[in-house]
């Protein structure tokens, strides 16, 4: 089994190299994820040129046998630069595709710059105008409404993995937190502005493009409203717990929505001591004070806890059972075990350590470390609800890691269950940068 892990990983060394490209997206939750929306500074429309007879044509790009063949049965939605004989000419936009042979391939967001050179949009050769939009956007929505969610923060679009590349779209209630993350897709801000007002009629859209990613596509990173207005701090509910997301200066989108269900999750199986390690501003924290007699919340950031501490108090009697600590986690932990604290119920949500496919081994030893200092402080029956949010970080590495933690810490530990990402982060089996967020319930028996 764990060959067959470092299989799945492994693709083609062309593959590698574009994936790494995105790793910066893959941490924690950003897959294909962060909009500001600067002034269309190149061509007005990315999607058409005229030709001599005044004809709107769309632009073509000729890919290679293997490029073509990257879309063909279901498969991965990127075309990569080096698969693309003939560029589009000009700037950003949508482009039809065709092979060698003039055969068509299927319709794609062409962006100059990067690597992921091609987008998949469709299978067949489409114009991408509003209505196309529109109904992709209906489409991810429809989704969403499905699984009815028991919150009002969730997430609406999930990139690639809703027909969608490059765009993120969560909701906070009335509002919606968008990222545009390709020269390609940013061409049609305006059709994806007016399809997400058509959809969910928000009261104010807010781009959160202050992405790195971003300058792999050479897009500007910056923050801005695109519609309406969108207050600093944006109160929503997940299941009993209400919480403030802060859509212009938080992590990601404001707040960590791949968690959601297990954070309720967390909730349901929290018992006596908790401790929430990496709270960010105490989700997790919150849902286990329903339940446990007292939790300690440890972040390395002052900000994350002050919104915290204010989280807790909009939660009312569960404000009382949460301690705020501003600390290394690992050094926390490490202290924990030194001076033989016992915990009941643990979570360990770190930042995402593998950011590259090279630093795995770095990353396996720092997610080691913390999975053996919690196991080893544990009661016996004790709870530990552990992630991962690398893409790098296998679900199989995870559990080879975890396996060696429990042996280490020398107690019999039981596999409760297996958890991943939110469903409104649909997981596309032919997109592996669709899944990143991996996760274990573990009891020490
Ligand atoms: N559990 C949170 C999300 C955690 S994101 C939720 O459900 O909303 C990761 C968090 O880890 C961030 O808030 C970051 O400030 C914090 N962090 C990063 N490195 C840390 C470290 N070494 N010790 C403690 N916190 C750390």
Redesign the pocket.
């Known amino acids: 089994m764990q060959f067959e892990g470092r299989a799945w990983l492994a693709i083609d060394a062309h593959v590698r190299l574009a994936a790494d490209e995105y790793s910066e997206l893959q941490a924690?939750g950003a897959f294909l994820s962060d909009i500001i929306i600067p002034p269309r500074s190149h061509a007005p429309t990315g999607t058409n040129v005229t030709n001599r007879d005044g004809v709107r044509q769309i632009r073509t790009a000729t890919v290679n046998r293997r490029g073509a063949a990257r879309w063909k049965d279901g498969g991965h939605p990127w075309i990569y630069r080096s698969d693309v004989v003939r560029p589009a000419e000009g700037a950003a936009g949508a482009v039809h595709v065709v092979d060698e042979g003039g055969g068509r391939v299927g319709t794609a967001l062409w962006s100059p710059s990067s690597q992921i050179a091609l987008r998949l949009l469709s299978r067949e050769h489409v114009e991408p105008d509003a209505g196309f939009w529109r109904a992709r956007v209906a489409a991810a929505v429809r989704y969403r409404e499905s699984l009815s969610p028991d919150a009002t923060a969730y997430r609406v679009v999930h990139a690639e993995a809703d027909g969608l590349p490059s765009l993120v779209v969560d909701r906070f209630g009335d509002h919606l937190v968008v990222q545009m993350l390709s020269a390609g897709l940013e061409v049609f801000r305006e059709e994806i502005v007016a399809a997400l007002i058509d959809t969910c009629a928000p009261a104010g859209i807010l781009a959160r493009n202050d992405v790195p990613v971003r300058k792999l596509e050479q897009l500007p990173e910056d923050v801005a409203l695109l519609y309406g207005s969108v207050p600093e701090e944006l109160e929503v509910r997940e299941g009993e717990v209400v919480y403030l997301a802060a859509p212009w200066t938080g992590?990601k989108t404001g707040?960590?929505l791949d968690?959601r269900e297990n954070?309720v999750r967390a909730g349901a199986l929290a018992q006596g001591r908790a401790l929430?390690?990496?709270?960010?501003?105490g989700?997790?924290a919150l849902h286990l004070a329903g339940r446990a007699e007292h939790v300690t919340a440890?972040?390395?950031?002052a900000d994350?806890l002050a919104r915290a501490r204010h989280n807790a108090a909009l939660n009312g009697t569960r404000a009382d059972r949460i301690d705020y600590v501003e600390?290394?986690?690992?050094d926390y932990l490490r202290e924990q075990d030194a001076s033989r604290e016992q915990y009941d119920t643990i979570?360990l949500?770190?930042?995402a350590f593998a950011k590259r496919k090279d630093s795995i081994q770095a990353a396996l030893r720092g997610y080691k470390e913390l999975n053996l200092r919690a196991l080893r402080i544990l009661r016996p029956d004790g709870i530990l609800c552990t992630f991962s949010c690398s893409y790098h970080m296998s679900t199989w590495l995870f559990r080879e890691m975890l396996e060696s933690a429990a042996a280490d810490a020398g107690r019999p530990v039981r596999w409760i269950e297996w958890r991943g990402q939110a469903s409104d982060h649909p997981e596309i089996v032919q997109i592996p940068e669709s899944s990143y967020l991996k996760g274990a319930v573990l009891q020490v028996v």
């Open positions: 924690c992590q707040a960590f968690q954070r929430d390690c990496f709270s960010y501003h989700s997790f440890i972040d390395s950031s994350a600390a290394n986690a690992f979570i949500d770190p930042p």
